[in-house]
């Protein structure tokens, strides 16, 4: 039941890190479709699963209800950014492994409803706090072109962000642009592709940046995650260990950076000297796994 929400990526190889103990204390801040809480809870550990998203916390209230009712499992609704204060309220300290994985869930990808993919047709939203007040439409129907372009080249690393964004601000004059399809025709027609109907491969290959940059504006994920680390650190007890499974470089370059700088102040140590990669296996069953990275501290 739990694969039902998400594929969970790199289970075994963060398991394995996890070093899980009967008895000891776990947190997951990203508690997604509770792959890895199940996991851990599977191997006695006692868990604290965080998640902004109020369906992720139904789906595993539900899937895990005995874990919950045997106290085994403890769910927060929160961003990770507050994961000392969540922690705190829920008497987790000195815990041996918190685990992040960064990526979107195959449910809010999967829910056209939810505007993150743009490969289905959905309200330009990209909010994984529903309750949250700006959405991804807020973002390309307000802000100056200069905004866009510095959202699209650097949070999406997109070589044409001139382009669209100088288009998107010329068509909301005559429209607002209010969902997932009708962005990626903008970014066809600021590209100049005459072909109107697109494969879904084209539209991966035109989209996907643009949609991964204003998600993460959206949510203000790399900001959350630079603040959460160190949080994350003193949380955990000695050689409790703490792992990051990023999706693209912009994450993984925090993580990596964050994890060098706790070892030069003698916090602890970076496990992984090289970054940890799918198996062929994995990607085979789970494409999206493809560009997921693990990297994994031990705290002294």
């Not at 550990?45 to 045997?70: C, M, R, Y």
């Not at 999967?110 to 909010?127: H, T």
């Not at 680390?229 to 470089?249: C, D, M, N, Q």
Request: aromatic fraction near 6%.
């Amino acid at each position: 039941m739990i694969g039902q929400f998400h594929t969970t990526v790199l289970l075994k190889e963060s398991i394995d890190f996890l070093k899980v103990k009967r008895g000891n204390r776990y947190i997951d801040a990203t508690l997604g479709g509770g792959g890895h809480t199940k996991a851990i809870l599977d191997k006695g550990g006692i868990v604290l699963g965080i998640d902004t998203d109020q369906e992720a916390l139904d789906f595993v209230k539900e899937s895990l209800k005995f874990e919950i009712q045997s106290l085994k499992l403890t769910l927060a609704r929160g961003n990770f950014r507050d994961i000392d204060k969540i922690a705190h309220l829920n008497n987790f300290k000195n815990v041996s492994g918190i685990i992040f994985d960064l990526g979107v869930s195959s449910h809010q990808i999967n829910c056209a409803k939810r505007g993150f993919s743009f490969l289905r047709s959905g309200p330009l939203d990209m909010r994984m706090d529903k309750t949250s007040s700006i959405r991804a439409m807020d973002l390309v129907n307000v802000l100056q072109k200069g905004d866009l372009y510095e959202i699209f080249s650097k949070l999406g690393q997109e070589r044409r962000s001139r382009s669209i964004s100088d288009y998107i601000v010329k068509s909301r004059k005559v429209r607002a642009i209010k969902t997932t399809d009708e962005l990626v025709d903008l970014i066809r027609q600021a590209l100049r592709i005459k072909k109107k109907k697109l494969s879904l491969f084209e539209r991966t290959l035109i989209s996907q940046k643009v949609f991964q940059a204003l998600r993460i504006a959206v949510n203000n994920e790399l900001e959350n995650l630079k603040i959460a680390l160190p949080k994350a650190l003193e949380l955990l007890g000695s050689k409790g260990r703490l792992l990051v499974i990023s999706f693209h470089s912009l994450e993984d370059g925090i993580v990596k950076r964050t994890f060098a700088q706790f070892e030069k102040d003698n916090k602890g140590r970076i496990i992984t000297k090289k970054v940890i990669f799918p198996k062929m296996e994995e990607i085979i069953k789970n494409k999206r796994a493809k560009s997921a990275k693990l990297r994994v501290f031990e705290k002294n």
